[in-house]
């Protein structure tokens, strides 16, 4: 049997299978470096032991963190940009847990739990970058003619 | 600098960045008569400072409105299609607010917030409408051999 | 009028609408044959009168599952694959009842209500397979250099 992989390329981009213990945002990050991805849409689902939500607080200027764990993730959207040079991802999400409830909101950290998160990555061929917009204190994502 | 703008084409189709204020179907609907888009699928996500979703109430025959403030949007999904001539978005999301607890429906309504709104369009080639279909009185999205 | 249709070729794959009274996963193991479609990512959303959800439970290595009913399913999420040389179907999904709350979880089973139910399917050329993983008592999307 061969080698597991944790991406497989796509007519469209890429497949993504990750595993117990697998850190979401650190092994997309791998992945675009790996791939020099210049940018890309992104959707997923899977099982996390630990997410980490965030909901940006204007005043503050940052994200209030809420920490659940063990979540059935029902839907993960986001996209993939640079920010000096570093890969900057930008992406929510919604779980359920035991009760059948769902919670969600931008994604700060999402760790894969026991069974696996599958990616599906839309490839897009500008190199894109997030700025951060003074007047509106966040980060946007730069598109230019 | 070059000027700031809402949509670039893609290969799979286009990808938008909505801001501050902006009228997510509407701005749907400019592109759909801009890029003069036949048919597409859609999946987005951002903050907007305002939603209202619909319930759909068959006695009435019209959706129950409700109306919701500033949200992390953890996913849309919708497919863009012609009635009578115009442009017409069939979209679903479901939001996250300070809580993290969620809340969605049918959009009937959608206005970015302070942040902004990422939209992935997966354009295709068929002109497609949407019908009135009396036997269930809803709208249905036409596919034909 | 021509014959309506429950899915037509694009692109990037297939669109499927269905309609009151289909079953989602059951229409769509019968579009992987069909069509002979050997993996793809799927995305969607609609009306389902009924939706039975599953949270799983690695005392019992099984799914505890919950109904659901009246939804406008806000988000589905999944990949289609193969198991043993029939259809083998992972999606979750979260949706919206009456209240504009959400519920989500494992897709164990979705019943298109009065209204329909759109899917977008991005084939891709790989032959995938899942497989049950021992150590982690779940059935995981297999992918190989």
Known sequence: MSEHVRHIATPSGFLMVLRQGDDVLARL??????????????????????ARFGFF?????????????????????????????????????????RSFGLVGGHVLDLIVG????????????HRLVRAMEPDIGAKVLQIHV
Do not use: C, N, Q
Request: glycine residues 12%.
């Open 29 to 50: 990050e791998e992945l675009m470096l790996a791939e020099d991805i210049a940018s890309a849409s992104i959707m997923g689902f899977g099982f996390v032991s630990k």
């Open 57 to 97: 607080d204007f005043d503050r200027g940052d994200y209030e963190p809420r920490d659940f764990v063990d979540l059935e993730i029902t839907g993960l959207a986001g996209t993939l940009a640079w920010m000096y040079g570093i890969p900057a991802i930008h992406a929510h999400a919604s779980g359920a847990g």
């Open 114 to 125: 026991r069974g696996s998160f599958e990616i599906t990555i839309v490839a897009h061929p």
